[in-house]
């Protein structure tokens, strides 16, 4: 995790908006056809679900949450999550898209997948099931997903 010189006021910030956020309910899911042909199941809260919830408990403690794209030579592509302060203090996290030979739906499916994950751990908020890779296996053959909103 990268972040500003100094942290306290953004430390003292989110520290008073993680009290404040709402419970976070899981409004989407995935059912997944494995390889093996086993099928399994989990939720998850839609990128943007959680910000609807998590923004104006930000808002009010001046901070704001931002992504970014980075690509680095002869590395991969990241997205980058920043919780900034109004005061100038920083955190920011990468979290890496494994696959660079993907189709630009792909890629935007990868970014907000990304995005998703980069929120909930620079807000320290969880906000799908978690299945202890327990059910994974490695190439996944089809999936579907489902969406509520509340």
Do not use: W
Request: with cysteine.
């Amino acid at each position: 995790m990268m972040t500003s010189e100094k942290v306290d006021l953004i430390y003292t910030a989110l520290s008073l908006a993680q009290g404040e956020f709402p419970e976070i309910d899981r409004n989407s899911k995935v059912s997944v056809l494995m390889k093996s042909v086993r099928t399994y199941d989990f939720e998850y809260a839609a990128l943007d679900h959680i910000l609807s919830k998590v923004r104006p408990v930000l808002k009010k403690h001046s901070l704001s949450i931002n992504f970014g794209f980075e690509s680095i030579k002869d590395e991969c592509d990241y997205v980058e999550t920043r919780l900034g302060h109004s005061s100038g203090q920083f955190l920011s996290t990468k979290i890496p898209l494994i696959s660079p030979s993907q189709s630009m739906q792909e890629l935007g499916a990868s970014i907000t997948y990304a995005r998703r994950y980069g929120a909930q751990l620079i807000l320290g908020i969880f906000a799908e099931s978690d299945n202890d890779a327990n059910e994974i296996e490695p190439k996944t053959k089809t999936f579907t997903k489902t969406t509520t909103n509340p």
